[in-house]
């Protein structure tokens, strides 16, 4: 687990962008990124960098009594606002766990939902395999931000801190990342709602 890191996101855990409730701005790019990732009722989802569980509420609504989310992250303060978040909603565990690390108690997961999180991994392709892995045959991958790449990697490049490298790749570098972890790029949208791809491992 990258500490540094960890300790910087517990830093952010109260700041109002990662704990304030999702509004009016929000709910557009919420149902596009439910929609695409063909969300359903008893589908089992992982959401690693859960933050504060704004998103793993929503999954849990709507993957409903029956399904589950498995809610990571390396913060532990992220963790505790998540577990607070999510208390009335048996179907979330939240783990304080690095992606990379992780072994899933289960055999695959339907969806994974990486919001808002992907530049932040430390090896980007070792984070698409170890998902891989971790995914059904015919399962969805989503790499989700409520802002533009450029937005994004702009952020990141002048924050002056130790995400000033975690930059969302270029189009084609993430696409042949994608498929060189046995994944088929689906579409990526890179627009006024947002940055979204969405990828599937093929099914044999
Ligand atoms: C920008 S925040 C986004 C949080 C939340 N998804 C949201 O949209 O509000 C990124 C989160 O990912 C977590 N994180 C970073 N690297 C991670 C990793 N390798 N495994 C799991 N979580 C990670 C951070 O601790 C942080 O809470």
Redesign the pocket.
């Known amino acids: 687990m990258?500490r540094a890191?960890?300790e910087f996101?517990d830093a952010q855990a109260q700041a109002p962008w990662?704990a304030e409730e999702y509004g009016e701005l929000e709910r557009p790019k919420i149902a596009r990124l439910v929609r695409e990732a063909e969300l359903a009722s008893g589908q089992a989802v992982l959401e690693?960098?859960?933050?504060?569980g704004?998103?793993s509420r929503v999954l849990a609504e709507v993957v409903g009594g029956r399904g589950l989310v498995e809610a990571?992250?390396?913060?532990a303060a992220?963790v505790a606002a998540c577990r607070s978040r999510v208390a009335a909603y048996p179907q979330v565990s939240v783990r304080h766990?690095?992606?990379?690390e992780f072994s899933a108690p289960l055999a695959g997961f339907d969806r994974i939902i990486c919001?808002?999180?992907f530049p932040?991994?430390?090896d980007q392709a070792a984070?698409l395999a170890r998902m891989a892995a971790m995914l059904k045959p015919g399962g969805v991958l989503l790499v989700a931000h409520f802002i533009s790449a450029e937005e994004i990697n702009d952020t990141h490049r002048k924050a002056g801190t130790v995400v000033q490298h975690d930059l969302l790749p270029g189009d084609e570098e993430m696409a042949a990342m994608i498929a060189d972890t046995g994944f088929r790029l689906e579409s990526l949208q890179d627009d006024e709602l947002g940055y979204l791809l969405k990828a599937r491992l093929p099914t044999p």
Do not use: Y
């Open positions: 990258n890191k960890a996101f990662a690693p960098g859960c933050g504060t704004r998103l990571l992250d390396i913060s992220m766990a690095c992606l990379e919001h808002q999180v932040h991994f430390d984070a």
